[in-house]
């Protein structure tokens, strides 16, 4: 607790003085997080005082979050600046636009199925036999499959979320796809067939 002003001095020293508002909020907690981070993770038996480890743990976090902010990938963000440097006039591959002002340019969202009146049904009709299907898959393979489908998480992000290595996790994938596959009367994938 002594350290949260150090923490949030050099997470507000990382961000780029351009950000306001929420975002710089939410980096500065994200440099607490990274003080909380240190402090877990802190030896004094390696040689350096807390505020140099504490430090760059802060920092590091904070670029962690920009970096995830950011909808470029770093090989695309060095091409763009690389391409900047040939041309100054070059525009932001990306552009951020309120929804304020797509709403006074006319744009009118439309309802999510969810808040359409009249009855819901679903959109394929095999879903009910999917849907039965998870249901009866062990928590741990139904939990792997949400996270990969309906989150989109990577194999590593899943399994560091449930302490698997990524072949772990492939292989708790696999078999809940087949077990899927017999529950919902679908034919294996060829190169399944074939192991």
Known sequence: MSHLNFARAVAFRTIDPRCFGTDREDL?????LGLVQAAQRY???RGSSFSAYAARRV???VLDALRE????T???????????????????PYSEMSLDKALDAGYEPRPSPEARPGPRCPLDPRWPAVARGLRSLPGLERKVLVLSYA???TLKEI??????????????????????RRR????????????
């Open 28 to 32: 500065l907690a994200w440099g607490v």
């Open 43 to 45: 030896r004094d038996d």
């Open 59 to 61: 920092r590091g976090q």
């Open 69 to 72: 902010r950011d909808p470029l």
């Open 74 to 92: 770093r090989s695309a963000r060095r091409a763009f600046r690389s391409a900047r440097e040939a041309n100054a006039d070059l525009e932001s």
């Open 151 to 153: 989150r989109g998480l």
């Open 159 to 180: 399994g560091r979320q449930i302490g698997l290595s990524e072949s772990g996790v492939c292989r708790v994938r696999s078999r809940a796809l087949r077990k899927m």
């Open 184 to 195: 919902c009367g679908a034919r294996p994938a060829p190169e399944e067939a074939a192991s």
